[in-house]
């Protein structure tokens, strides 16, 4: 059916504030980048106002028992950005910022980066707005299984499968897993991804966005020249995507120069050494007090002489505050929304390469489905196969957002919005709308 020519004013309602750009939060940001890719989505664009609004979101109320046996209640988030090319797929965060607006950004981000890679899922995330590090392990353990009980209407192996984000990890996969089984009345080992290896986990999944990072890392560098022997790296957030990726980079003769995570910062022109410091946070959980650098102060860390710099963290830590006094050529975002669009212009007006989070991280996510893929075949891969298959999967999706920007001039994060959301928008187009 066409749409009726005389029928103004539209019958669509603009959207309401909670979905508009608000004042540049994460999913006023990702307003921005899909009004940037829009010109370049040809016809596809009638589509784009259903990348504008999460299909559903849920608010969940999770109270708990505190050890000291009062109630406290903490706010929980489930988000299915879009689901036309798949199931729902994406992480779950705890928090003390979180919020729903967050949420939906970081959803919304989950749909063109699985598209990106080309992974048959949806985009969906969640959170919830506490800060774990606060909670004994029983009130921790508690918590996610209420959470995961209050969320059973959404999740599910073929609905929406949550994974680690930040603060979570494969513990509290295994209780969301246990959780979701109990209330199934069977055990579902595919309703989580980066599980633990004996409840059904993936080889190479804890190194996966790290070593995605890496992957892209590499052939970015060797678009533009720089060599990663010798080549000096800056990496913020020293946890599972930040550490692994500058161990990688270690490993092929890079120095990591500089480091910042929520304990402080760290410099050391010779390099830091990292399985030293890798073992230092393991045990101490910051970079803080690390013998084998110098502490310097966070805001300085922006403008230390590095050639490669690898945001690892949260959002919106590149602004237009400190993009101009960033040294580095090359930009790897393994954290979700790290760099604004203003900071973005800046960056790209001094020529510095950024590989942008809905490709350099999708390494996460990538294994992630391989993990879905092992768990309902009850097959498991050999960790060979598995980085083998990461490889080739980046490699690829690299070069056709390299090609893609290349053909159309435009940065890279548009370029691989341009493949993101065609794949999701053709989806949806063919579809159809029900009913
Ligand atoms: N939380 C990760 C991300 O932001 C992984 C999501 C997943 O594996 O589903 O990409």
Known sequence: MSPNPRSTPPLTHALPSYLQADNLGPWGIFLQQVDRVTPYLGPLARWVETLKRPKRALIVDVPIH???????????????????????????????DVTLSEVMALSAWMSVKNAAVNVPYGGAKGGIRVDPLKLSRGELERMTRRYT???????????DIPAPDVNTNEQVMAWMMDTYSMNQGTTATGVVTGKPIDLGGSLGRREATGRGVYTVGVEAAHHIGLKIEGARLAVQGFGN?????????????????????????????????????????????SVAGFPGGEKIEDNAFWGVDCDILIPAALEQQITEANAGRITARLIIEGANGPTTPAADDILQDRNVLVVPDVIANAGGVTVSYFEWVQDFSSFFWTEDEINARLVKVMKEAFATVWQVAHENKVTLRTATFIVGCQRILRAREMRGLYP
Do not use: C, M, W
Not at 149 to 159: F, N, R, T, V, Y
């Open 241 to 285: 995507v930040g550490g692994i990726a500058a161990k990688l980079f270690a490993e092929a003769g890079a120095r990591v120069v500089a480091v910042q995570d929520h304990g402080g910062s760290l410099y050391r022109e010779a390099g830091l050494d990292v399985p030293a410091l890798l073992a230092h946070v393991q045990e101490s959980g």
């Open 149 to 159: 009980s209050e969320i059973g209407i959404l999740i599910g192996p073929s609905k």
């Open 66 to 96: 505190l050890d000291d046996g009062t109630v406290a209640h903490f706010e929980g988030y489930r988000v299915h950005h879009n689901t036309s090319r798949g199931p729902g797929k994406g992480g779950v965060r705890f928090h003390q």
